[in-house]
């Protein structure tokens, strides 16, 4: 079983930065993707981005590329997601979610979820 525990949420005016992090603990996942994604009220769950085992290859939907970024520290179990100049339409709930080996787009194919963090951006 792995637990994925998300952190760094809050409230943040338009333009700012946040950095959420995502530690793994019990059956450490190997050569797992991890992925990030995030709920609005009233909205479906959305890919945000994910990331290779590796780190070598990353990927991003469009709405978020040259603002956000993902990144891991295998040695810390950790998957972190900078988030620079942000807007109001990136208010929602962020998660983090592993499933093996490659990166998917579709929540169906992540195995391991956490409880996800609140990400506010004010106007």
């Known amino acids: 079983q792995v637990e994925l525990l998300e952190s760094g949420g809050g409230l943040v005016q338009a333009g700012g930065s946040l950095r959420l992090a995502c530690a793994a603990s019990?059956?450490?996942?190997?050569?797992?993707?991890m992925g990030w994604f995030r709920q609005a009220p009233g909205k479906e769950r959305e890919f945000v981005t994910a990331?290779?085992?590796?780190?070598?290859?990353?990927y991003y939907t469009d709405s978020v590329k040259g603002r956000f970024t993902i990144s891991r520290d295998n040695a810390k179990n950790t998957v972190y997601l900078q988030m620079n100049s942000l807007k109001p339409e990136d208010t929602a709930v962020y998660y983090c979610?592993?499933?093996?080996?490659?990166?998917?787009?579709?929540?169906?194919?992540?195995?391991?979820w956490g409880q996800g963090t609140q990400v506010t951006v004010s106007s």
């Open positions: 019990g059956h450490t996942p190997s050569s797992y993707a």
């Open positions: 979610a592993a499933r093996p080996f490659t990166i998917s787009t579709k929540h169906q194919e992540y195995i391991y």
């Open positions: 990331i290779t085992y590796s780190g070598g290859s990353t």
